[in-house]
Each structure stands twice: as C-alpha cells, then as structure tokens.
Nanobody
C-alpha cells in the first residue's frame, strides 16, 4: 500500500507562487509515475501534470504549461509541483497520485493510489 501526503497549499494572490509537495511511503517510489490533479468546487477532477517513473517525460495540461513545473526526488520519496503566475482559475483542491503505468498519465483511472488533497486558493 502506498500512502501519499500532500502539503504546501494555501492562500496566495494572483501572480503569486506556491510549491506543493507529496511525500510517499513506498520504498519502491522510484518505480511509480506520479501525477497531480485538481478539483474545483462543482467540477470534475482534472489532470494538471505528471512525471514518469523514469523521469524521461513530463506532461502538463494546456492550462498550466509554462507556469507549473513537476519534479521528483526519488531519494526523498517526494514529488513537487512548482506553481508560478497563479490565477484565480487555479483555485482547487490539488491531489497527488501514483501509477505503475508510464503511459496515459493524464487519465486519472490509471492511478492506483491517491493522497487526501491540499487546498490552493488564489485571490484576485
């Protein structure tokens, strides 16, 4: 069983930055691809970014390209999401997820493990 714990959320003004962290319990963390998803009130959970277990590829939603960066530190069992130039539309609960797959990482169904989420609120 993989446990994921997100941190780093909070309230920030438009144009500000936040860095989310997701700590994983798995000793095999390096074998998992990791993703970030977000869910705004009344909306579906949407893909934000993902990084393969091999770190050979990263993928982003069009809405965050150029503003968000996903990275991972396998020595620390942690994946990060650096969020810059934040907008009110980025307000959501952000979830970290782990997948054995290295494909279809923009699809939530391919992730086996999920964190509890961390709230990000961007004020205008």
């Amino acid at each position: 069983q993989v446990q994921l714990v997100e941190s780093g959320g909070g309230l920030v003004q438009t144009g500000g930055s936040l860095r989310l962290s997701c700590a994983a319990s798995a000793r095999t963390f390096s074998s998992y691809s990791m993703g970030w998803f977000r869910q705004a009130p009344g909306k579906e959970r949407d893909f934000v970014a993902a990084i393969s277990w091999s770190v050979r590829s990263a993928d982003y939603a069009d809405s965050v390209k150029g503003r968000f960066t996903i990275s991972r530190d396998n020595a620390k069992n942690t994946v990060y999401l650096q969020m810059n130039s934040l907008k009110p539309g980025d307000t959501a609960v952000y979830y970290c997820a782990a997948a054995r797959s290295s494909s279809w990482l923009h699809v939530s169904a391919f992730y086996e493990h999920w964190g509890q989420g961390t709230q990000v609120t961007v004020s205008s």
